[in-house]
């Protein structure tokens, strides 16, 4: 079983950029997908984007393609959502999941806590 901790969430403008990282303890991420979501005030949590741990390879939503970036540390278990040029509908509760992926197919059993971005205009 993993443990997820983000942090680095805050208070921006918009325009600014900012990095969010997520944590690993208990096992590493191998063999995993790490997916970033998003949660605003009255809508449903969306994916922003996921990183294959093992090869690397990574998917973003369509809103967030071209601003946002995923890159892990291995030797840390850690991985960043760098966000960059952020606008004000970025604004949400960030959160860090990871699961399996089988065949290409994550299941995203674990999560953390989560972490607040505030994009003001």
């Known amino acids: 079983q993993v443990q997820l901790v983000e942090s680095g969430g805050g208070l921006v403008q918009a325009g600014d950029s900012l990095t969010l990282s997520c944590a690993a303890s208990?096992?590493?991420?191998?063999?995993?997908?790490v997916a970033w979501f998003r949660q605003a005030p009255g809508k449903d949590r969306e994916i922003v984007g996921a990183?294959?741990?093992?090869?690397?390879?990574?998917h973003f939503t369509a809103s967030v393609r071209g601003r946002f970036t995923i890159s892990t540390d291995k030797a840390k278990n850690i991985v960043y959502l760098q966000m960059n040029n952020l606008k004000p509908e970025d604004t949400a509760v960030y959160y860090c999941?990871?699961?399996?992926?089988?065949?290409?197919?994550?299941?995203?059993?674990?999560w953390g806590q989560g972490t607040q971005v505030t994009v003001s205009s």
């Open positions: 208990g096992r590493t991420f191998d063999d995993y997908a």
């Open positions: 999941s990871a699961g399996v992926e089988t065949m290409g197919v994550p299941s995203y059993d674990y």
């Open positions: 990183v294959s741990w093992n090869i690397g390879v990574t």
